[in-house]
DNA sequence: TATACTAAGACTAGAATAGTCTCATATCCA
DNA sequence: TGGATATGAGACTATTCTAGTCTTAGTATA
């Protein structure tokens, strides 16, 4: 369909939760995924992801955790996104080599590759500060940004 | 991930055809298929969903085949992904009604539902006309357009 | 009436996702 | 030093979703 993986879900609940906690000692998986209801091996999983780009950093032994390797207005949902599931991509046409069977005759390749990134847009936009914020800010979402920044598609 | 179904994909290769042959005759689904090469019976059914929902027009009997029910600048992205995957919904999360299990504890809901309203936003930008367009136009994106417009999620 | 087409929906196969399990490694503290 | 508690990594399974097929029925035209 045109869904966020349960995965990058999860890893949006954590980094949320480290965003919160920065303060205080290392979270650890068991931790946030008691808090949430989620299972604990399923998020350190997700947790590990992160890691391995960079996003959190991993603190092992006892008393150990996990905490935010940034600040949370420099970390946008993108990134975490992209970090669980690789890059988005609407269509599997639109990487930058990427050719679907049918490249010559498909008609739609170059509009959806610009929808994409508009949605690349909104979500980079995003950041886990923002995301922490109450609802009734405007928070949200510099639509006017410019379309084409181009350099989000590197992950992975 | 965060992908396109082939269904919808097909959907728009479809909808973008008739758009470009619609002075013609109407198009049998065999004859879209061909021409991109397609399963002519994976063709066939997504037509009958976008007939379903009105986009376009099924017409019976030999030399039958599809129409578009609207103009091209009247049918957005969003109305032919929408009407065969059925609603946009980037987590099961921000639905409605929709409760995940963890509703009380789910801390990313609420931002979400905003990054969903953003990327309705830009899907129900983008128009058939506008895709038919030649790239070199600027043609997408309204990014501009106001974020809250809160009339999208109705479909199914 | 025969033919060429769509309508509808059950069905199958395969891929992707979610989630589990196990073993290895690092750190802390008694 | 040794046990407890963490992460790291990767194989593994189960379940769900998607793509695609097949079959039967209905409808319009010639």
Known sequence: M???SKKADYGLIAVKHLAMH?????????EIAEEYG??????????????HHSLVVAKHGSSGGYQLAKE???????DVISAIDGPVLITSCVT???????????????PLRRVNESILNVLSTVTISQMSEEPHE??????SAPAR????????
Chains 1, 2 share one sequence.
């Open 2 to 4: 045109f869904k966020l």
């Open 22 to 30: 920065r303060q205080q000692h290392a979270c650890s998986a068991n």
């Open 38 to 51: 989620i299972s604990a091996t399923l998020m350190a999983k997700v947790l590990q992801k992160l890691a």
């Open 72 to 78: 949370p207005g420099q970390i946008s949902a993108l």
């Open 96 to 110: 930058n080599h990427g050719n679907c069977d049918a490249t010559e005759r498909c008609s739609v390749k170059e």
């Open 138 to 143: 405007p928070a949200l979402v510099a639509l």
């Open 149 to 156: 920044s181009g350099s989000h598609m590197s992950s992975t």
